[in-house]
């Protein structure tokens, strides 16, 4: 759908900036826009690898052994009957979801996908596990917000903090609501 509308937006704007006479303002915020988006693109590149690089460097150690038995408890509880290499594989989702790592959670939260199919009986179907790990995923509980605070920053925030406490507000109230929808969907269907 989005390949049609977005093509769409682009010719009707094109054609207004023709034929009212703004093609000069229409170029220039083309490559305006263009080298704002290369100029963020960098800045958060350095932003991902850092975190990327230390959560595969934490995977290497201890630190993550620690971890896991920190979310342990939680982890048991959301997804009873998964071995310790899938709750490490979440735990690790988890922590780049809190810390804020979308991107870095990415990978990790394939990779924990990957390893609850092997296991899944019914390839064809989520287990309750793997429903519940979407759900948390999406709803992405932060801590620290890194990746929004690097955009709000380069983009030149005054403020790039304060979006924290609206993030872990919308972040608790999508978790549970989306619990609840899923505790639902499996007691009725």
Aim: proline content about 4%; glycine content about 6%.
């Amino acid at each position: 759908m989005l390949n049609i509308v977005w093509p769409i937006f682009i010719i009707i704007s094109f054609s207004y900036g023709i034929f009212s006479g703004n093609l000069e303002n229409l170029n220039s915020s083309v490559f305006n826009s263009v080298n704002g988006a290369i100029n963020l693109s960098i800045s958060l590149l350095g932003t991902m690898c850092l975190w990327c690089g230390i959560m595969q460097i934490a995977s290497k150690t201890s630190i993550m052994d620690k971890l896991t038995k920190i979310l342990k408890p939680l982890i048991r509880i959301i997804f009873p009957k998964l071995n310790k290499k899938i709750e490490k594989e979440i735990s690790m989702n988890m922590i780049a979801n809190i810390l804020g790592l979308g991107n870095a959670a990415t990978p990790l939260g394939l990779k924990a996908m990957q390893s609850m199919q092997k296991e899944n009986p019914k390839k064809h179907e989520l287990t309750n596990s793997m429903a519940m790990f979407i759900i948390i995923n999406t709803a992405s509980i932060q801590i620290i917000p890194t990746t929004v605070i690097a955009i709000r920053n380069s983009m030149g925030s005054s403020n790039p903090t304060s979006i924290v406490f609206p993030i872990w507000i919308a972040s608790i109230i999508t978790a549970t609501f989306r619990s609840s929808i899923n505790k639902n969907f499996y007691k009725n269907g």
